[in-house]
């Protein structure tokens, strides 16, 4: 049988990308065009700046990636496109590019959901193994995504309020620390200890939605009213006491619902996936447990084209297609 070449485009956010996938699960090429300096100074993403960059960089991602995998458009099956959720300006131009090169090359348009896409960068890691449980971290999403076979889908929990990234990044700013604040803070938090006491919203029993405003409001609070009296928290101390109110929750919702759901495997997703803390708790949460936990390595768990065409391989297969009316969908429900 005739190796399957999906070629995939992401611009939902801030990052331009193209890669192609062999067979579902082979990465041929996987380029990305970070945009984060030109948002750094805005201390997060711009989106007129975002729309912007991924006019100038679409062509050139596009062509170092058939370059890289060694492929013509001739050749490809198929081109998978994330639809949606995400910054209307910037989800344009991808699905623009994804319609003029289907167009022109006469090739299937395949929609991707963003987060599916995110779902299944651990298929580029491993196979997966239904059902399974996805937790999904990211700048923009925290959610409980339960998946009985491929391509199904089925959110039993979400954040109210803001996402777990989202709450990393305020926090970092009010921490005085550079755009995106994650990785600064989870490293911070390794050099304190949680010594302040912050809210963990548990919400009502047997829910599985999440609620991070609160949290994020209570260390502005308590670094307010310290100035206030003339006083300083150790940041360190601070950013650990988030980085646990944060991993407490994610990881007590997750086996709850691994519980309830019986689920096989669990994997993560979403770029929070890369927290060193959250990767412990979730590795010693399930270390002598018989269910397969899977994160996939930090490349893989920020936005990439990768995860789009592994989704869209299999939305191909699922005979799941767009026409030249395809459009952006910002708020696209999974
Ligand atoms: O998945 P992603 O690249 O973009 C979205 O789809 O949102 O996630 C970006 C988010 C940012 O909020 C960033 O601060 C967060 O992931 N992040 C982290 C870490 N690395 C990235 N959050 C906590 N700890 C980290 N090590
Ligand atoms: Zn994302």
């Given at each position: 049988k005739k190796d399957q070449l999906i070629l995939g485009i992401e611009t939902s956010c801030d990052e331009t990308a193209v890669a192609i996938i062999k067979n579902g699960q082979e990465i041929a090429a996987n380029v990305v065009a970070s945009q984060i300096e030109s948002h750094k100074r805005f201390g997060g993403v711009v989106p007129e700046i975002a729309s912007r960059h991924h006019v100038e960089q679409i062509t050139i991602v596009l062509e170092e990636a058939l370059k890289q995998a060694n492929v013509t458009m001739a050749?490809?099956?198929?081109?998978?496109?994330?639809?949606?959720?995400?910054?209307?300006g910037a989800l344009l131009i991808g699905v623009n590019a994804a319609k003029a090169l289907a167009f022109a090359h006469q090739k299937p348009l395949v929609p991707v959901h963003h987060i599916a896409g995110h779902i299944y960068a651990n298929w580029l890691v491993t196979e997966l193994q239904f059902p399974l449980l996805a937790l999904v971290?990211?700048?923009g999403h925290t959610e409980l995504v339960y998946m009985k076979e491929h391509g199904h889908f089925e959110v039993i929990g979400e954040t109210r309020d803001d996402a777990a990234g989202e709450a990393y990044d305020k926090v970092a700013r009010v921490l005085n620390m550079p755009y995106p604040g994650g990785p600064h803070i989870d490293r911070l938090a390794h050099e304190g200890s949680p010594t302040i006491d912050l809210p963990r919203a548990w919400l009502e029993d047997g829910s599985y939605d999440f609620s991070f405003s609160g949290l994020k409001s209570?260390?502005?609070?308590?670094?307010?009213?310290?100035?206030?009296?003339?006083?300083?928290?150790?940041?360190?101390?601070?950013?650990?006491?988030?980085?646990?109110?944060?991993?407490?929750?994610?990881?007590?919702?997750?086996?709850?619902?691994?519980?309830?759901?019986?689920?096989?495997?669990?994997?993560?997703?979403?770029?929070v996936a890369a927290n060193k803390g959250l990767r412990s708790a979730l590795e010693e949460a399930f270390s002598g447990s018989e269910i397969d936990l899977v994160i996939p390595p930090l490349s893989l768990c920020t936005d990439n084209a990768a995860m789009i065409a592994a989704a869209g391989s299999v939305m191909f297969e699922k005979g799941i297609r767009a026409g030249m009316t395809l459009n952006a969908n910002p708020g696209l429900d999974i």
């Amino acid at each position: 049988k005739k190796d399957q070449l999906i070629l995939g485009i992401e611009t939902s956010c801030d990052e331009t990308a193209v890669a192609i996938i062999k067979n579902g699960q082979e990465i041929a090429a996987n380029v990305v065009a970070s945009q984060i300096e030109s948002h750094k100074r805005f201390g997060g993403v711009v989106p007129e700046i975002a729309s912007r960059h991924h006019v100038e960089q679409i062509t050139i991602v596009l062509e170092e990636a058939l370059k890289q995998a060694n492929v013509t458009m001739a050749e490809i099956d198929a081109i998978a496109v994330t639809e949606g959720p995400g910054l209307v300006g910037a989800l344009l131009i991808g699905v623009n590019a994804a319609k003029a090169l289907a167009f022109a090359h006469q090739k299937p348009l395949v929609p991707v959901h963003h987060i599916a896409g995110h779902i299944y960068a651990n298929w580029l890691v491993t196979e997966l193994q239904f059902p399974l449980l996805a937790l999904v971290v990211s700048g923009g999403h925290t959610e409980l995504v339960y998946m009985k076979e491929h391509g199904h889908f089925e959110v039993i929990g979400e954040t109210r309020d803001d996402a777990a990234g989202e709450a990393y990044d305020k926090v970092a700013r009010v921490l005085n620390m550079p755009y995106p604040g994650g990785p600064h803070i989870d490293r911070l938090a390794h050099e304190g200890s949680p010594t302040i006491d912050l809210p963990r919203a548990w919400l009502e029993d047997g829910s599985y939605d999440f609620s991070f405003s609160g949290l994020k409001s209570a260390v502005i609070n308590t670094v307010h009213n310290a100035e206030q009296r003339g006083e300083t928290i150790p940041p360190e101390n601070l950013a650990a006491s988030f980085q646990a109110s944060v991993i407490d929750v994610l990881v007590k919702k997750t086996m709850d619902a691994v519980a309830e759901y019986r689920v096989k495997q669990v994997v993560v997703a979403g770029g929070v996936a890369a927290n060193k803390g959250l990767r412990s708790a979730l590795e010693e949460a399930f270390s002598g447990s018989e269910i397969d936990l899977v994160i996939p390595p930090l490349s893989l768990c920020t936005d990439n084209a990768a995860m789009i065409a592994a989704a869209g391989s299999v939305m191909f297969e699922k005979g799941i297609r767009a026409g030249m009316t395809l459009n952006a969908n910002p708020g696209l429900d999974i």
